[in-house]
């Protein structure tokens, strides 16, 4: 491992600040499969575990951390947090009108809140509210049936 006096004093920094729990975590991933509850806590850690990287030479135990962390935190990512990244308009069966949809991050759709175009991109899901998420805009009937 090459680093210097300076580096290794920011990582003991960065550990202490993560926390015990965060620690407890890395332990717990390293022991075998973990369920995450705390998307913070495993931000956090994977941030860490970055910036070990960075100063390690190739080891391979830490790059199966940072993996592992990595694949965890892509399956547990709250999708509170997913950005909206476009919206679409659909017709609506036999009216003469379209609904504005909202697609976020991981390709899901919802309506939107308000018919206002443009009104949610870059915006975070929980800033338009509670939705109904779908694999593809729906286009609605007259009577509200979807």
Excluded at 55 to 79: P, S
Excluded at 107 to 128: H, M, N, Q, R, T
């Amino acid at each position: 491992m090459n680093m210097t006096f300076d580096e290794f004093l920011a990582l003991a920094k960065k550990y202490q600040a993560i926390g015990s729990s965060a620690q407890n975590l890395l332990e717990d991933i390293r022991r075998g499969p973990y369920r995450v509850q705390d998307g913070v806590r495993l931000r956090q850690l994977y941030e860490f575990l970055l910036d070990l990287q960075m100063v390690q030479d190739d080891q391979k135990e830490l790059n199966e951390a940072v993996a592992t962390v990595a694949n965890i935190l892509a399956e547990y990512q709250d999708e509170e947090e997913e950005r909206i990244i476009s919206e679409k308009w659909v017709p609506e069966k036999g009216f003469p009108g379209a609904t504005l949809w909202l697609q976020r991050e991981d390709a899901k759709w919802a309506i939107a809140p308000s018919p206002k175009e443009g009104a949610c991109l870059g915006k975070c899901v929980k800033d338009i509210g509670s939705h109904k998420w779908f694999d593809k805009p729906l286009p609605l009937l007259v009577d509200g049936v979807r």
